[in-house]
């Protein structure tokens, strides 16, 4: 069975933490009492509290004496809470510091308003010099933990909470910052979907799997370093672009990739500008925002009649 993004990055960072003694993980109240690296490496882990501020300063310390400090919270409190010492030690002084943002979107439903997050891509895209993950599945989250623990660059990791999914099949020596097709089918087509994080990617593959003639883009890394490097390939598929995203389109991936390809056109489905009202689980707040696959393909559908394209 499948481990939840979370699961995945702790399990993961303890297996690199053995053979790696310079790997520490800090965590923010998020530790628990079954933390696998608390565990097993007690002397190289640290749970500071609800001190997200001070934990990025602690961590920048850590770099500074050449370790590599990946350090775990909400995303709400990570990337806003947070973002001036991100700005500084992770954007100005590129410090070498992992974060690893759990409860990405709305995944944490029912901690209500507070502790969601559809602001942080955007937050963190505004600094420079770092790296943005958001990956699918158990195998794509270890595969960007291990990329992270190798790059002496800044990283931002978004993650959902308790979800589980299975990750799209990717070559074994390909890196994560490639895009990667479902079914490996890249070609050209009238409309390509673009996804990106968990919930985003679920409803693309359902959709991809539901329509004809039409291609499905997964990014893992979404920083502007990577967005522009794939901006010639993507037009080459297409020049139309239906995004979907767990997060607000003000500064969503799908705004950043119309400012990169401005003779295309860029469509996204995403969690709109309104605040969710109440708590629930990550399903009942994402149809309250109206993120989900019955609306998607609603919008997909009606682009293609606006253009004329071929029937779904």
């Given at each position: 069975m499948s481990l939840s993004g979370r699961d995945a990055y702790r399990d993961e960072l303890t297996n690199l933490a053995r053979v790696n003694e310079k790997i520490?993980?800090?965590?923010?109240?998020?530790?628990g009492k079954?933390?696998?690296?608390q565990n097993e490496l007690p002397n190289r882990f640290f749970n500071l509290g609800i001190a997200e501020m001070a934990g990025i300063d602690m961590a920048a310390g850590l770099a500074e004496k050449g370790l590599v400090p990946f350090f775990s919270t909400f995303a709400s409190f990570s990337a806003l809470r947070a973002a001036e010492s991100i700005k500084l030690a992770m954007?100005?002084?590129?410090?070498?510091?992992?974060?690893?943002?759990?409860?990405?979107?709305?995944?944490?439903?029912?901690?209500?308003?507070?502790?969601?997050?559809l602001e942080d891509i955007s937050i963190i895209q505004s600094f420079q010099n770092i790296k943005i993950a958001c990956?699918?599945?158990?195998?794509e989250t270890r595969k960007v933990i291990r990329e992270a623990s190798l790059s002496p660059e800044p990283y931002y990791i978004r993650l959902s909470r308790n979800d589980t999914f299975e990750s799209m099949i990717r070559a074994e020596n390909d890196s994560c910052d490639k895009i990667l097709y479902q079914d490996n089918k890249r070609h050209q087509t009238d409309l390509c979907i673009i996804s990106v994080g968990e919930q985003g990617t679920e409803i693309a593959k359902k959709i991809y799997s539901n329509t004809h003639n039409t291609v499905h883009a997964h990014l893992c890394y979404i920083d502007r370093e990577n967005l522009e490097s794939y901006v010639s390939e993507l037009r080459s598929v297409?020049?139309?672009?239906?995004?979907?995203?767990?997060?607000?389109?003000?500064?969503?991936t799908a705004s950043y990739l119309s400012l990169l390809m401005p003779d295309?056109?860029?469509?996204?489905?995403?969690?709109?500008?309104?605040?969710?009202?109440f708590g629930g689980t990550h399903t009942e707040?994402?149809?309250?925002?109206?993120?989900?696959?019955?609306?998607?393909?609603t919008q997909f559908q009606e682009i293609r009649n606006k253009y004329k394209l071929l029937n779904v």
């Open positions: 520490i993980c800090l965590e923010a109240d998020l530790g079954n933390h696998k690296f954007g100005y002084m590129k410090k070498n510091i992992k974060i690893v943002a759990a409860y990405g979107g709305v995944s944490g439903g029912w901690f209500g308003s507070t502790h969601h997050s990956p699918y599945g158990e195998e297409s020049q139309k672009f239906f995004v979907v995203e767990e997060h607000r389109s003000t500064g969503s295309c056109e860029v469509y996204s489905h995403d969690c709109g500008e309104l605040w969710p009202s707040v994402l149809g309250e925002l109206g993120f989900s696959y019955e609306n998607a393909i």
